[in-house]
């Protein structure tokens, strides 16, 4: 069975650091395409970062340079780094697989909340 | 960038209704759309991809339609289950998702 399970949620002063993680059971996350996606209290959905398979990142503008996207491949496990952290990252952060490679996300995490402020 | 425009942005409708959402992308997308259902402290759940193809396991009272830069979402006959929040997203270029279109009980 497919499963992802975030982690590392909590709360952060701005400006600081945190890192997330999501652990993949039933798929092995380096043969797939992996992103975060991220939903700010009462918004919508906003894509955040993706790892190919084959290792290139990619990030949307509100997070370039200050998150970072990686994997442990020996733990099945997606990570996201995020510094420099504002307000404005407030959000539940969800884990994605893309089973097909530049496809939409056939299975979801459960989502972790980051909450920054002082 | 690709930006996605839903419409509306909420929806009042009765169980038994026939439902529509648009979605518009800023340029053309070819059929590379999903639809996505989202209920309160809940993940999105996949509905429909390449525009019009059903995910398995969804209902068949979902349907897709459209290409280039105009897609639409049809409920043929809303269900109590049906109450969410459904959101669109290209994948033609990264992804990004629609704003959002809540469907509430009238």
């Known amino acids: 069975e497919v499963q992802l399970v975030e982690s590392g949620g909590g709360l952060i002063q701005p400006g600081g650091s945190l890192r997330l993680s999501c652990v993949a059971s039933?798929?092995?996350?380096?043969?797939?395409?992996m992103s975060w996606v991220r939903q700010a209290p009462g918004k919508g959905l906003e894509w955040v970062s993706v790892?190919?398979?084959?290792?290139?990142?990619y990030y949307a503008d509100s997070v370039k340079g200050r998150f970072t996207i990686s994997r442990d491949n020996s733990k099945n496990t997606l990570y996201l780094q995020m510094n420099s952290l504002r307000a404005e990252d407030t959000a539940v952060y969800y884990c994605?697989?893309?089973?097909?490679?530049?496809?939409?996300?056939?299975?979801w995490g459960q989502g972790t909340l980051v909450t920054v402020s002082s | 960038d690709i930006q996605m425009t839903q419409s509306p942005s909420t929806l009042s409708a009765s169980v038994g209704d026939r439902v529509t959402i648009t979605c518009r992308a800023s340029?053309?997308?070819?059929?590379?759309l999903a639809w996505y259902q989202q209920k309160p402290g809940k993940a999105p759940k996949l509905l429909i991809y390449?525009?019009?193809s059903l995910e398995s396991g969804v209902p068949s009272r979902f349907s897709g339609s459209g290409s280039g830069t105009e897609f639409t979402l049809t409920i043929s006959s809303l269900q109590p289950d049906d109450f969410a929040t459904y959101y669109c997203?290209?994948?033609?270029?990264?992804?990004?998702f629609g704003q959002g279109t809540k469907v509430e009980i009238k």
């Open positions: 039933g798929f092995t996350v380096s043969s797939n395409y």
């Open positions: 997203q290209q994948y033609n270029s990264l992804w990004t």
């Open positions: 340029q053309s997308i070819s059929s590379w």
């Open positions: 790892v190919y398979s084959g290792g290139s990142t």
């Open positions: 994605a697989r893309d089973n097909y490679g530049n496809n939409p996300f056939d299975f």
């Open positions: 390449k525009a019009s």
